[in-house]
């Protein structure tokens, strides 16, 4: 059983004045549950148009995506809410929530206090650093218990020990969980936290290396 696939997935876009550009040219995608993996490649090679695709955020052209309902998105722009506190913004994908607002509360907690954020709670962005409001997005992502998290270059923002960090506790907060993780990424060092890498290359996937 998979956490999430895709079968000839393809995406063209048209703008006004210009030719069509396929940018996926038929992916093929098998994520399972627990399994983390990271996908790669040059700047402008539909990275983050993928991964839009997978999260539901955009529609492909031709092809099918099988997703669990309940997905984590973590974002290189953090995109909190500014005037939300920490624990405001952690809370706001529960209101949709099917369980009761006690058990988020009681997960919530739990996932700041792993974060280190505990004593945060109460700060507006404004008042964090550049990590801790990327540790804040990553735990928005989890709170929910969502089935697979879907990143988009998080640690493009921050430098190379900040972001070292949240990729340790990304692969923390979600081992032993059956969260799986769909990291898209530049960087060698966060690929190497992923159980598989692939490149995105001509439209579609290969495995890095090959």
């Known amino acids: 059983m998979i956490a999430l696939g895709t079968i000839d997935l393809k995406k063209t876009f048209r703008k006004k004045g210009q030719g069509p550009v396929e940018v996926l040219k038929g992916v093929n995608l098998s994520v399972y549950p627990g399994e983390k993996v990271a996908i790669v490649g040059r700047s402008g090679a539909g990275k983050s148009t993928l991964l839009n695709i997978l999260g539901g955020l955009l529609k492909p052209t031709s092809g099918t995506v099988t997703r669990p309902k309940n997905i984590g ?3 290189q722009q953090y995109h909190l809410m500014p005037e939300l506190t920490v624990w405001e913004n952690v809370m706001l994908p529960t209101m949709t929530g099917r369980l009761p ?29 550049g990590g801790e409001q990327q540790r804040t997005a990553v735990v928005r992502a989890l709170v929910t218990s969502p089935e697979i998290v879907l990143a ?9 020990m900040t972001g070292a960090d949240i990729l340790r506790m990304l692969a923390d907060l979600s081992r032993g969980t059956g969260v799986s993780l769909v990291l898209v ?5 966060a690929a190497a936290v992923c159980d598989r890498t692939l490149r995105l290359e001509n439209g579609v996937l290969v495995q890095a290396g090959a």
Request: hydrophobic residues 35%; glycine residues 4%; without cysteine.
């Open 73 to 75: 998105f973590v974002f």
């Open 101 to 129: 607002p006690a058990d988020y509360a009681a997960r919530a907690s739990e996932l700041l206090e792993k974060a280190g954020l505990s004593s945060r709670r109460k700060h507006l962005p404004s008042e964090l650093s």
């Open 152 to 160: 988009d270059e998080p640690t493009g923002n921050l430098d190379a």
């Open 185 to 189: 990424t530049h960087s060698p060092e």
